[in-house]
């Protein structure tokens, strides 16, 4: 960090911050981690390299939700997802889909929610990501649980034990199971 700073290889040097940041995450030094993501993400954005300013913001967002400071966790997830949804490689826009599904469903948005399951699975299907697929799938039918509609909700799980035939033994149906479970359970129907 020091010698690209020294070298004026500001590029570099908001780089190495970025991995400082992440090691400070992982030892859960979360305040020095933010510390050094800030001047990181001040280098990326003068020197004009947006991908590393973008992958700087999904860092601090982690952080954030960490900290459960999720008003400051969305702010940098928008940024974030804002440059990964045009410029990022398919399954990094999936897999931002799903990140941003989670967030709002804490700030309870079900519309934003909606909007970034529709999206997700678009790029998921259109890239034959059927992992990714599943899991936007049981977010899908927790969310439609959540909000009333069981018929929906059992939809989105039935999609997801479908994509599980195609890959016997992850043992993921298990987990389907027990929302279904939850569905006749929350609607009233325990011996369904």
Excluded at 22 to 47: N, P, T
Excluded at 180 to 189: G, M
Aim: proline share 4%; net charge positive; aromatic share 12%.
């Amino acid at each position: 960090k020091a010698q690209f700073k020294a070298e004026e290889k500001w590029g570099k040097y908001a780089g190495s911050l970025l991995v400082l940041g992440k090691i400070y995450f992982e030892q859960q030094l979360l305040d020095s981690a933010l510390l050094v993501l800030h001047e990181a993400l001040a280098v990326g954005r003068r020197v004009g390299n947006l991908r590393l300013a973008a992958n700087t913001e999904e860092g601090m967002a982690r952080i954030y939700m960490a900290k459960r400071e999720y008003p400051q966790a969305m702010q940098h997830y928008r940024s974030f997802a804002n440059w990964c949804l045009v410029d990022g490689v398919p399954k990094a826009k999936v897999e931002t889909c799903l990140q941003m599904v989670q967030i709002y469903t804490r700030t309870i948005e079900p519309d934003s929610i909606r909007r970034y399951l529709r999206l997700g699975q678009s790029f998921a299907k259109g890239h034959n990501f059927p992992v990714l697929q599943y899991k936007l799938n049981q977010l899908a039918g927790i969310g439609w649980n959540n909000w009333g509609r069981p018929d929906s909700a059992l939809y989105y799980y039935n999609k997801s034990l479908a994509l599980l035939e195609q890959f016997p033994g992850e043992g993921k149906e298990t987990n389907v199971y027990l929302n279904i479970a939850h569905v006749f359970l929350d609607n009233h129907n325990p011996k369904r």
